[in-house]
T-cell receptor, first 113, second 111 residues
Framework: KAGVTQTPRYLIKTRGQQVTLSCSPI?????VSWYQQTPGQGLQFLFE???????NKGNFPGRFSGRQFSNSRSEMNVSTLELGDSALYLC????????????FGQGTRLTVV | AQRVTQPEKLLSVFKGAPVELKCNYSYSGSPELFWYVQYSRQRLQLLLRHISRESIKGFTADLNKGETSFHLKKPFAQEEDSAMYYCALGTLGGGADGLTFGKGTHLIIQP
């Protein structure tokens, strides 16, 4: 079974630009969650999508948004990038039942300059 | 809001020695606790969850609701245990915060 795939693996963007990250979950998984990982704050929950609907949301500004498609693939968008958005963005998929195991992707390393 | 605290950023022990990675949580409801591990150059993966009450790779963790702790233990450390370990809290009932992670403990097993 293929694992969670995130593209691209690395991105360099300029302050003020926007960026879209992609996540393909494990086949059959309907839940996709996104996390931001930084050295200072660690892993922080961004949001979760289940069957194309945002089910949960963390404490991030509205510049961070996402969506999920009918095939469960998910995208995350960050608009008006700030230097502080530089981080590793991790995607995790699960079956969607409450608190089942989350399978993580390798992450997308975003650098904002 | 829930919180997970891992007090040790770095823990170094010798091979064969016992290991205990500490995790304390703060949550008013009924918690679901996990340990995730990240080996060098690998992705984050589930090590164990409290509801399973199982031992994985010799590791065990007991949920102590009185002390709000979920420490990870192994009686005899092996070199391949060197990794980053993250304690995570999920909220039964589908809380709005997803998984809340601690900041992680870097475990180094010295030969």
């Amino acid at each position: 079974k293929a694992g969670v795939t995130q593209t691209p693996r690395y991105l360099i963007k300029t302050r003020g630009q926007q960026v879209t990250l992609s996540c393909s979950p494990i086949s059959g998984h309907r839940s996709v969650s996104w996390y931001q990982q930084t050295p200072g704050q660690g892993l922080q929950f961004l949001f979760e999508y289940f069957s194309e609907t945002q089910r949960n949301k963390g404490n991030f500004p509205g510049r961070f948004s996402g969506r999920q498609f009918s095939n469960s693939r998910s995208e995350m968008n960050v608009s008006t990038l700030e230097l502080g958005d530089s981080a590793l963005y991790l995607c995790a998929s699960s079956s969607g039942s409450l608190n089942t195991e989350a399978f993580f992707g390798q992450g997308t390393r975003l650098t904002v300059v | 809001a829930q919180r997970v605290t891992q007090p040790e950023k770095l823990l170094s022990v010798f091979k064969g020695a016992p290991v205990e990675l500490k995790c304390n949580y703060s949550y008013s409801g009924s918690p679901e606790l996990f340990w995730y591990v990240q080996y060098s150059r690998q992705r984050l993966q589930l090590l164990l969850r409290h509801i399973s009450r199982e031992s994985i790779k010799g590791f065990t963790a007991d949920l102590n609701k009185g002390e709000t702790s979920f420490h990870l233990k192994k009686p005899f450390a092996q070199e391949e245990d060197s990794a980053m370990y993250y304690c995570a809290l999920g909220t039964l009932g589908g809380g709005a915060d997803g998984l809340t992670f601690g900041k992680g403990t870097h475990l180094i097993i010295q030969p």
